[in-house]
């Protein structure tokens, strides 16, 4: 997984002297997307976002997204006989995918849209349409839970990365018992066993304590925590705070609003990949005007002063971003639906009547349970040898002879 020149220069800086052009080079140089040339294409993912269909003498093809498209048409040449691809890069780049009908990009920004093509001429067919992998959370899995109290000041889900500017968020901790004489009740969720990690980890860990000791002193760390429990940690939060400048469309953000706890993140992050789109929608949560361990420090004492009644994050989320939301944003971009799905109507998919009386037919459930992952086995799968099983099922439906 991965490939190209990782822009270190970024992970801390807010003010790259360059032109806006040669910034977008430097983002597009880094993919998080799998090549058939790595061992580590044994984990390319295959999701269905709509199975192909076929009723009342009427076929059309399904749609899916991938970080591993050109490897997914490698081992398996049909796929374009039944299947629209989406390729989709866990970074703020554009798809390297040569294969891939669509690509995912993480934010709606013109400008970066008109340099990409006219940069990439060969790439002009290709319909960019603003989602990626974190619009597709599941807004009923990941919801508040109302039996938990709001015993956690401060939430922190991050891995152990360079990236994600950790000793920044344990000094703004250490500032704001300082400056507010008040010790946060704050967590961060490492995703691993601090035991078992790359000595880059490590290197940033020790960099932590000997700027201020045991970090324990100022958050508890928790390892690990079931993804069927996210929304139980999430729920308990006040705030999730984000202190990266650079990344991917972080998956926290959405987790965390659908959920319905705001969050809290530098105005800078990912400025140069989103132009004037917004992380989030008003009173969502709050931006930290400016990148320091004291402007994190008082943004949270102000979300914390006057947090009750101010913040509707869940509410922002269904309007814009899940599930039913991300689908019909890729039916109405991709001309081929528009074309050739019977009763298409703008936006409104799950009201489409031969769409639910065809799934019905051809899997034995409605568009509604298929989307939210009721049978799970033909919507989401890992691994190549799994991706081509489910490829298979498919081809045996269609009459697809390989």
């Not at 490698?74 to 040569?98: E, H, L, R, V």
């Not at 705030?239 to 993140?265: A, D, H």
Request: hydrophobic letters at 35%; proline letters at 5%; charged letters at 25%.
């Amino acid at each position: 997984m991965s490939k190209g020149k990782y822009p270190v220069e970024y992970f801390e800086n807010p003010n790259i002297d360059k032109p806006i052009e040669e910034i977008y080079s430097d983002i597009d140089a880094y993919s998080g997307e799998f090549f058939e040339d790595q061992e580590i294409r044994m984990h390319t993912d295959l999701m269905v976002i709509l199975p192909p269909l076929k009723y009342e003498g009427k076929v059309t093809k399904g749609l899916f997204m991938s970080q591993g498209v050109d490897y997914l048409y490698k081992i398996s040449p049909q796929i374009d006989k039944i299947f629209i691809s989406m390729a989709y890069t866990m970074w703020s780049s554009y798809p390297w995918s040569t294969k891939a009908d669509v690509y995912l990009t993480c934010y709606k920004n013109p400008h970066r849209e008109n340099w990409y093509m006219n940069t990439h001429p060969d790439k002009r067919k290709k319909i960019l349409i603003p989602l990626q992998d974190a619009d597709f959370t599941n807004e009923y899995w990941l919801s508040p839970d109302f039996n938990t109290k709001k015993d956690i000041d401060i939430l922190y889900v991050s891995r152990i990365s360079q990236v994600k500017n950790i000793p920044m968020f344990v000094e703004a901790l250490k500032i704001y018992r300082e400056k507010y004489g008040k010790k946060l009740h704050a967590t961060m969720l490492l995703g691993y066993s601090p035991d078992n990690k790359k000595q880059f980890a490590q290197d940033i860990l020790n960099k932590i304590k000997n700027n201020f000791g045991d970090i324990t002193e100022y958050v508890e760390l928790i390892d690990q925590v079931k993804y069927q429990d996210m929304h139980k940690l999430y729920s308990r939060a006040k705030f999730t705070v984000l202190t990266s400048l650079i990344e991917g469309k972080n998956r926290t953000i959405q987790e965390s609003m659908s959920c319905n706890t705001p969050i809290i993140v530098f105005k800078d992050h990912n400025k140069w990949a989103r132009g004037p789109h917004e992380l989030f929608y008003k009173d969502s949560g709050l931006y930290v005007p400016e990148f320091s361990a004291e402007a994190l420090a008082d943004t949270i004492h102000d979300g914390l002063t006057n947090y009750d009644g101010r913040f509707f994050p869940r509410r922002n989320y269904l309007k814009n971003n899940g599930r039913m939301n991300f689908i019909n944003k890729c039916i109405d971009n991709i001309p081929y639906f528009r074309e050739n799905l019977p009763e298409y109507e703008p936006g409104r998919i799950q009201d489409n009547l031969w769409v639910d009386l065809a799934m019905q037919d051809n899997y034995q459930l409605s568009f509604h349970d298929f989307l939210y992952g009721k049978n799970l086995a033909i919507q989401h799968v890992k691994c190549n040898e799994n991706s081509h099983s489910l490829l298979d099922f498919f081809y045996s439906r269609f009459n697809i002879k390989q």
